[in-house]
């Protein structure tokens, strides 16, 4: 029989989240349910939550950011066990036979994946509710292992932001003796930093706000460049051989293109509305690219918790108790957290 899930979720765009309750299915033969202990709160909960970029299916429960212990698993798992720490985090399902699922890129199911929440399940067409809740029912190829000895307290947020800024780093072979910029720095920008400084590079932050550049070298830069000084651009021109633009909204380029040297590359993480043009000699000249990058895909996301676990790599957090959630939000929008919230399941409000 389905369970009754306990969280916080919207019923409009315009409404705060409260304390709601809806139903889990029950386990499929291929399904792990998971008493989650740990829930990120990503940009994308808020957008979602408020509607902005259309689509919301109300009642909304946020959270694609999702840590927690296995409590039961079906008839056909074997990968995870009773007792299991775990993560999830922005699908839950996809064909699991195209191409590009069979490569372990399941982000770009020819059919969609099914998103943590927001989406709509393959199987019996309801919408998905995410990890603002006590618990979730996850197919099992979607769930990934959190290495053993990690501070489970710290991990959700890799499962978005982390493997956001590592799928690029990593796909573009970022490692010793590499010149990165990462230009931004907030949720995804401070872990692109500790990524790139753990695969060897030589790190550079790129931001509009002095005030920045002790965090950043906190965090391991090694060099801040300010974006409205033009002296420091003029003079970094050429630098770079990978630029990790993290800016979350619309923004012009053609200043950042510039500061890739040959055959250098920009990829773009966190813009998703439209971009302004740019010069094409900016591109022409000195052979430089620009691109784009999503989360990537189940394997890669494990290769990333792995990585992370290795060099000891988390997100910085500040954790929060559910009924916080909506003071989180608004903090959100004014850029008031240092870098990402964690709600913690069982942390009293």
Known sequence: MPTIARGYGTDAADQPLRAMEFERRDLRPDDVAIKITHAGICHSD??????????THYPCVPGHEIVGTVTEVGADVTKHQVGDTVAVGCMVDSCMKCDQCLEGWEVFCREGNVGTYNGKDRHDGSITKGGYSDHIVVRDHFVCKVPQGMDVARVAPLLCAGITTYSPLRQYGVG????????????????GVKLAVAMGAHVTIITTTPEKGED?????????????????????????DFIL???????????????????????IVGALNEMPGFVGANLIFWNRAVGGSAIGGIPETQEMLDFCAANDIYPE???IAIEQVNDAYERLLKNDVRYRFVIDMEQPA
């Not at 010793?176 to 872990?191: D, F, I, R, T």
């Not at 633009?245 to 990829?267: A, K």
Request: a positive charge; glycine letters at 12%.
């Open 46 to 55: 808020l957008h979602t939550a408020r509607s902005d970029w259309k689509g």
């Open 176 to 191: 010793e003796g590499s010149k990165v910029a990462v230009v931004g720095l907030g949720g995804l920008g401070h872990m």
């Open 216 to 240: 950043a070298r906190a965090l391991g830069a090694h060099d801040v460049i300010v974006s409205t000084d033009k002296a420091q651009m003029k003079a970094a021109r050429t630098r770079f």
């Open 245 to 267: 633009n993290t800016i979350p909204v619309s923004h012009e380029i053609d200043g950042y293109l510039q500061l890739l040297g040959r055959s250098g590359r920009m990829v």
């Open 317 to 319: 957090c500040e954790h």
